[in-house]
């Protein structure tokens, strides 16, 4: 199967297993690191609040932005938009400073442009397939990035600000890892117009 995957699914099936490793452990953690920086219940659950609010406003543009400029472009903001949010979370000394993190992260949901990838430039008898490989390759990121994660808090100290906050230090260095493999690999040229693809592949 391998080997007749477009070349672009191939680059998001490595470079987004980076991607997910690091969102499985910083969804458990973005929530406590708000807490110990003094966000109350009420609080945190207005900054998640916020944070699938502006996704969901989001939706409207990104779709908008695909038709019109390269899928390649879209993904790239996005992923800078988790970037940015790496750095508020390593930065912030206060709740109050993460509430611009919240919107950031994740604003440009990877998923859905990974999946329109694969629909836009593979084989359509093997999509769904494509597709599975994904989610497993993906899955078993997200299965040991927890793990991995509470052994690093531990490590620096627990569930304290100082504890978590490394494991931010190490999600800025796999998005920007994901960043430049998109950036310099993924082809400019990977339109959602593709979307109409013969069955012989990728264009």
């Known amino acids: 199967m391998l080997e007749s995957i477009d070349r672009r ?8 297993w980076f991607y997910n490793f690091c969102f499985g452990f910083l969804m458990s953690y973005n929530i406590l690191f708000a ?37 390649r472009k879209v993904m790239l903001l996005g992923i800078l938009c988790d970037i940015l949010a790496m750095v508020i979370f390593i930065l ?7 509430i611009p993190a919240f919107i950031l992260f994740s604003l440009v949901r990877q ?10 430039f593979s084989n359509r008898s093997k999509r769904l397939s494509v597709m599975g490989l994904m989610r ?12 991995i994660a509470g052994i690093l808090v531990e490590y620096f ?23 430049v493999v998109v950036w310099k690999r993924f082809k400019a040229s990977a339109l959602v117009e593709g979307y109409n ?5 990728g264009t």
């Open 9 to 16: 699914i191939k680059i998001l099936l490595i470079s987004h």
């Open 35 to 71: 807490q110990v920086l003094g966000a109350s219940a009420t609080v945190i659950g207005l900054l998640r609040s916020v944070g699938v609010a502006m996704q969901a406003l989001a939706g409207i543009f990104i779709g908008l932005a695909i038709d019109k400029h390269y899928l």
């Open 92 to 98: 912030a000394w206060d709740w109050h400073m993460l």
């Open 111 to 120: 998923m859905p442009l990974t999946d329109l990838t694969v629909v836009t």
């Open 136 to 147: 497993t390759v993906w899955g078993i990121a997200s299965t040991l990035s927890p793990v």
């Open 157 to 179: 100290g627990g569930i304290t600000v100082g504890g978590i906050r490394p494991l931010y230090y190490l999600a800025l260095v796999f998005f920007l890892l994901t960043f």
């Open 197 to 201: 693809v013969p069955s012989g592949g």
